[in-house]
């Protein structure tokens, strides 16, 4: 199977070159405008599908913050904002996303959100928010972004070193199928054209593994099938405490 896998992915890589011409002539840079409304409407149906998930994560979230004070919580990648519904009320919220085209749907979103108050909107990646000091929130969370970061050791050094001593990273990800599936094969095989449909999204990135070695203290993980399509099923779920 190995060997049909990799012949069907150079096929497909090959029906991809007028993209890859594209990407090298900067002309990509057009689909990050649209990207935004693309995943409005995906998030809308993600969140349908994967509500009775999110909610028992995120449930978890107060048990982070300090007594007293007010939960202070940074989301990496926050798109469109589509967790802000599950946060608890009173949460303080900084916004991070390196595309800058996000912000009329994430205003959008914090005008329904309003038991939320915001801090600020920051266009930075995972791996470079030196804005941001250390040890200075209560939680980090990261749903459907380690998927398409340059580097998912770098995110997580960053999501490490702004989180408070007993903060928490939580995160909700697709990752790679087993070896033995189909869902693996047609990963494989579809990641070429899935890459610039997902905005430099991966379908075949063992994650699990990255958590396992970022250096927090606990590491609670569930590897669950979702509700979706097989391309994107094989999810990870959990929070890792620093």
Not at 73 to 92: D, H, M, Q, R, V
Not at 157 to 173: K, S, V, Y
Request: charged share 20%; aromatic share 14%.
């Amino acid at each position: 199977m190995t060997f049909l896998m990799r012949v069907f992915a150079l096929l497909v890589n090959a029906l991809c070159l007028p993209l890859h011409l594209m990407d090298a002539v900067g002309l990509y840079q057009i689909y990050k405008r649209i990207f935004p409304f693309c995943l409005y409407r995906i998030s809308v149906t993600y969140n349908k599908k994967m509500y009775d998930k999110k909610k028992e994560l995120f449930r978890s979230l107060s048990e982070f913050k300090k007594p007293g004070a007010q939960l202070t919580l940074l989301e990496i990648g926050c798109g469109t904002g589509a967790n802000f519904e599950f946060y608890p009320p009173g949460c303080k919220v900084i916004c991070t996303d390196p595309n800058p085209h996000f912000h009329k749907y994430l205003k959008r979103c914090m005008d329904d959100n309003s038991h939320l108050s915001y801090e600020r909107f920051l266009v930075a990646s995972g791996e470079d928010m030196g804005s941001v000091e250390d040890d200075s929130v209560d939680a980090v969370v990261c749903t459907l972004v380690l998927c398409s970061v340059n580097s998912i050791a770098q995110t997580l050094r960053e999501a490490h070193r702004i989180l408070r001593p007993g903060g928490a990273f939580f995160f909700m990800e697709h990752v790679v199928a087993d070896p033995s599936s189909w869902a693996y094969f047609f990963q494989h095989v579809l990641q070429p054209i899935w890459y610039y449909f997902g905005d430099g999204c991966e379908v075949t990135r063992d994650t699990w593994k990255h958590l396992e070695s970022a250096g927090f203290s606990e590491l609670k993980i569930r590897h669950i099938e979702a509700p979706l399509i097989f391309v994107i099923k094989p999810h990870i779920v959990g929070y890792a405490v620093k």
